[in-house]
């Protein structure tokens, strides 16, 4: 049976307090939940990730780029099985964010932007002008205090210093007077909303409630974000129910001014499994941005993730296990779930997506839809592990999520294809890795041709720097200070320039590279049948070749 295409729910800070206890319940009745990000840039220019990063250093990177950039959406996808349908049922929900002007906590935000994410952002139909105008508001824990404690210091209503209308304003007042007398003889209703109207209008209006010792004088916000004033009758006990009205208004700013955060957090204290693909810099975002300052030190950084997300799975991980080898060509979020959308022997679970969600609309790089995407990739992986059966659902506390949690994918890296975020991670020895600068023009093809025969007999791995170096390992793993002085020759006839790594194995930081670049060339690598001597057959089919671009 095929599923509904899905279309998330679309919140901003227009529709926010109506969607939340809806986005809470979904969270509170999930047994998995999924998150996604779309960020204004991805890298910072002077620090780029380098092939070469240990996991320390890469996180040091990463944080960098955390604290100029800034999540702009985030998407939420919980997955709850139906029992009576035997299915899993998903709702996706999109959350757009901007940092808002927040009183005593939060004023002018900087922020910085990676013109080429922003590009691949707007080909892919992102709509900027809902993050500028309907962006939600986000706090830390430590913000949100001092916002409490703001708003605690803040003098009442009543306590507004008097201001004589001016002429002109006059009627204006005289009008008001006269709808809150009617309002209090002659209606039942409990409120009375006034117009939208500019801040000066609005403290007249408060001070009306001299007048009128019965009512309380109250600032809301309409649908389309304007301000007005709502005058309240008072019942009973005027104190109590003055400084009840208080209160609720405090928590409504509260509530605006915490926004996407209180979304985070409950997912942060459901200690649920969260799911992300690919998703190292979607956790650093989400954490920083949302709920603390993150530590320097990546240890720390470490012990923080497992105490806050201690059930954390990355999907591109679970792609790359040992039984989907051969399944998928590229472990890019897309091709997985091309692979296994409906297709056998990806059956089951069967997926779903809740009423209200399903409808004839797909774009990627919508942070909700791929957090949908990630889930549903996830749950028929897992299943395919598993064996599960036409009816039944998953255990998600079983040994193959278990052996999962903690381990995120180590994006751009030369040999360490996982990021432990509960363990001491090691940086592989790199004595037989070589750097190459070779003429403009040169791809695969030529670095291939130039080592000869080295790069028939095994596993011949080449990573791009930028347009004219790269990194190089040879199969065998021959020492590379002898692969360097064997070709010495070869290389300055070709106008090759060929280095060893540190021995520590890293390399001065590489030079910077285009985000196509980066994405499209970085891991080149071919497996082939070993033969006799690699370097006395590369360095003799090196010398004898000629290289030319076609």
């Not at 897309?334 to 009423?355: F, H, L, M, Q």
């Amino acid at each position: 049976m095929l599923g509904r295409i899905c279309r998330a729910m679309e919140v901003n800070r227009l529709n926010f307090r109506q969607s939340l206890d809806y986005a809470l319940d979904a969270i509170k009745s999930a047994d998995l939940i999924t998150f996604d990000t779309e960020l204004t840039g991805l890298y910072t220019r002077t620090n780029p990730p380098s092939p070469l990063d240990s996991c320390e250093t890469r996180y040091s990177k990463l944080l960098q780029g955390s604290n100029g950039f800034l999540v702009t959406q985030l998407g939420v996808c919980t997955f709850q099985w139906n029992n009576d349908r035997r299915q899993y049922v998903a709702k996706p929900i999109n959350f757009y964010v901007f940092p808002r002007y927040v009183p005593g906590v939060k004023r002018d935000a900087f922020f910085t932007c990676e013109s080429s994410s922003i590009e691949f952002l707007v080909q892919n139909n992102f709509d900027f002008n809902k993050v500028f105008y309907s962006g939600i508001s986000y706090l830390r824990t430590s913000d949100e205090e001092v916002y409490r404690k703001h708003l605690a210091d803040q003098p009442t209503n009543q306590d507004f210093s008097h201001v004589d209308p001016p002429q002109e304003h006059q009627e204006f007042v005289l009008s008001a007077t006269k709808r809150i007398a009617d309002f209090l003889r002659n209606s039942t209703e409990t409120f009375l909303d006034f117009p939208p109207c500019n801040g000066f209008e609005r403290k007249l209006l408060y001070q009306l409630q001299a007048q009128f010792p019965s009512i309380s004088m109250q600032k809301e916000q309409n649908e389309q974000g304007m301000l007005f004033i709502r005058c309240v009758r008072l019942i009973g006990d005027l104190k109590q129910a003055a400084a009840k009205a208080r209160q609720d208004q405090q928590e409504k700013l509260i509530t605006d001014a915490v926004g996407v955060s209180l979304v985070f957090r409950a997912m942060l204290e459901s200690k649920k499994l969260l799911v992300g693909h690919n998703m190292s810099l979607d956790v650093i975002h989400c954490l920083r941005q949302f709920h603390c300052e993150l530590p320097e030190a990546f240890a720390d950084f470490q012990k923080l993730v497992c105490q806050e997300m201690p059930r954390l799975a990355d999907n591109k991980v679970l792609s790359q296990h040992e039984k989907f080898k051969d399944c998928f060509k590229k472990t890019h979020l897309g091709n997985v779930y091309a692979a296994v959308e409906n297709k056998s022997p990806y059956t089951y679970p069967r997926i779903d997506v809740c009423d209200g969600h399903a409808e004839q609309c797909v774009q990627a790089h919508d942070a909700a839809y791929d957090a949908y995407m990630t889930g549903y990739s996830f749950i028929k992986l897992l299943g395919r592990l598993c064996e599960v059966k036409e009816s039944d659902s998953l255990d998600f506390e079983c040994d193959h999520v278990t052996a999962l949690l903690q381990k995120v994918n180590m994006h751009q890296s030369l040999d360490i294809p996982v990021m432990s975020l509960s363990s001491e991670n090691s940086t592989p020895a790199r004595s037989h890795m070589l750097k190459i600068t070779y003429p403009l023009g040169w791809r695969y093809r030529h670095v291939e041709n130039f080592f000869g025969d080295a790069a028939l007999t095994g596993h011949f791995s080449y990573h791009p720097i930028d347009n004219r170096s790269a990194y190089v390992g040879l199969p065998g793993k021959p020492d590379a200070e002898t692969v360097v002085e064997r070709f010495s020759e070869a290389a300055a006839i070709s106008g090759v320039t060929l280095s060893p790594l540190h021995q520590d194995g890293i390399d001065e930081m590489p030079p910077v590279f285009s985000h196509g670049d980066s994405q499209a060339n970085l891991v080149a690598s071919r497996k082939r049948k070993s033969t006799g001597d690699v370097i006395e057959a590369a360095e003799k089919r090196s010398r004898s070749s000629v290289v030319t671009d076609t």
